[in-house]
């Protein structure tokens, strides 16, 4: 970890997406990661909120009552038990071929309905939103942008203040999101945040009474799926990647994994 000390003090442009750079490192949940961060919380969930809200007027959104109704059942479960602090929990299901979801900074959730015959069923939702909601709750978009800002200013002062009219601004959302100028096009995050989300995200469908081991089955159904489909386009497949790795990483923590779980439903009976 390198400790040089980023300190930005060029003023700051009053767009929406205006960031102030905080210099530091935070700390994973659960993980205990030490990550990069030069985006405060409070404007990674103002990102989060603006670019949700964006969505929803350019995505249709589902009507399907059953496919609502267990998408809002799964995430509450998850939210429960999930630390994100000033969460504004919202679950919304996108009509969408795409086998895709997502967990923006904020607590804001978005399920395709392509994805929801490989989940399956509820455990199997349950292991894909409490992987997703683990990218947000490791804050892996604002250390992604953090690593980019580094990246672009080589780790030194950058020369001015970036506005949300920047499209070097526009350029480091997109990339941390996934969102922006292409709605829906969820980046790849790199394999050392996928282990973590599927590490963090077990444990939360565990304390959430959902049987971890559906974790495990949704990302072979996942792997059969994507052979099918032969991979490609910008969906859930291209993100997230599966392989025997993936699969080893989650057997390896299921007897900690089903503790939890016993722990919980014990404790609901
Ligand atoms: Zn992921």
Redesign the pocket.
Known sequence: MKTRIIRWLAPLGPGLLGLLLVAGCATVPETGRRQVMLVSGAQATQLGLSSFEQMKKEQPISKNAAANALVQKVGQRIAAVAPLPNAQWEFVVFESKEANAFCLPGGKVGVYTGILPITRDEAGLAAVIG??VA?AVAQHGAERMSQEILRQTGGELLAAGLSGSDPRTQALVSLAYGVGTQVGAILP?SRL??SE?DEMGLFYMARAGYDPQAAVEFWQRFSEYNQQAGGGGPSFLS??PVDSVRIRQLQQLMPRAREEYLKATGAAR
Do not use: L, M, R, V
Request: no cysteine.
């Open positions: 992987h997703e990218h995050y945040h996928e989300a993100t997230h």
